[in-house]
T-cell receptor, first 116, second 111 residues
Framework: AQSVTQLDSQVPVFEEAPVELRCNYSSSVSVYLFWYVQYPNQGLQLLLKYLSGSTLVKGINGFEAEFNKSQTSFHLRKPSVHISDTAEYFCAVSDSRSDTGNQFYFGTGTSLTVIP | DAGVIQSPRHEVTEMGQEVTLRCKPISGHDYLFWYRQTMMRGLELLIYFNNNVPIDDSGMPEDRFSAKMPNASFSTLKIQPSEPRDSAVYFC?????????FGPGTRLTVL
């Protein structure tokens, strides 16, 4: 089974500063990778996904992530954050050979707080 | 598409009462998932369906929990009888392959 590690449970950052949220996964098999955002009292919204191709993936709201196979990482970045980016961010991974069903693993989440 | 639809959005009930949560997946998606989210345990997969058939219910905490999917556009999660420790946000999600798409959730409070 896969495991997903989000190294930082809380990340405070000043408005307009850059941010990186870290995500590492356990398996070396071919994987699909995802980042979700959860705003207060809302469901999880897909930010971006890596299925294949370019290792740099661009998502909504100016976020991007880079797939690094050798380091088994998929860190999320934004060059300049806004107050509205305050939310919980979840990294997720699935085995690309069997990405349906229960083979879909979430990290524990990183709470991003943007400080005015 | 309207996305995954869940109802009710909020439910407050008393211990011992029956609770039914409802979900309409995205049209065309053949997988449906029920998750529970709490501060203590994070996101937990309770059960999932493929083509309306329950495939894995190993995450269902107790026999008090049951789920059905009578057709491709509707699923229910029932708790009977409810207990205070069932208080959580319950999410429904659907997918084809790749990412799950989540509904807005039902916040359940059992007094």
């Amino acid at each position: 089974a896969q495991s997903v590690t989000q190294l930082d449970s809380q990340v405070p950052v000043f408005e307009e500063a850059p941010v990186e949220l870290r995500c590492n996964y356990s398996s070396s098999v071919s994987v699909y990778l995802f980042w979700y955002v959860q705003y207060p009292n809302q469901g999880l919204q897909l930010l971006l996904k890596y299925l294949s191709g370019s290792t740099l993936v661009k998502g909504i709201n100016g976020f991007e992530a880079e797939f690094n196979k050798s380091q088994t990482s998929f860190h999320l970045r934004k060059p300049s954050v806004h107050i509205s980016d305050t939310a919980e961010y979840f990294c997720a991974v699935s085995d690309s050979r069997s990405d349906t069903g229960n083979q879909f693993y979430f990290g524990t989440g990183t709470s991003l707080t943007v400080i005015p | 598409d309207a996305g995954v639809i869940q109802s009710p959005r909020h439910e407050v009930t008393e211990m011992g009462q029956e609770v039914t949560l409802r979900c309409k997946p995205i049209s065309g998606h053949d997988y449906l998932f029920w998750y529970r989210q709490t501060m203590m345990r994070g996101l937990e997969l309770l059960i999932y369906f493929n083509n309306n058939v329950p495939i894995d219910d190993s995450g269902m905490p107790e026999d008090r929990f049951s789920a059905k999917m009578p057709n491709a556009s509707f699923s229910t999660l029932k708790i009977q009888p409810s207990e205070p420790r069932d208080s959580a946000v319950y999410f429904c999600a659907s997918s084809l392959t790749g990412p799950r798409f989540f509904g807005p959730g039902t916040r359940l409070t059992v007094l």
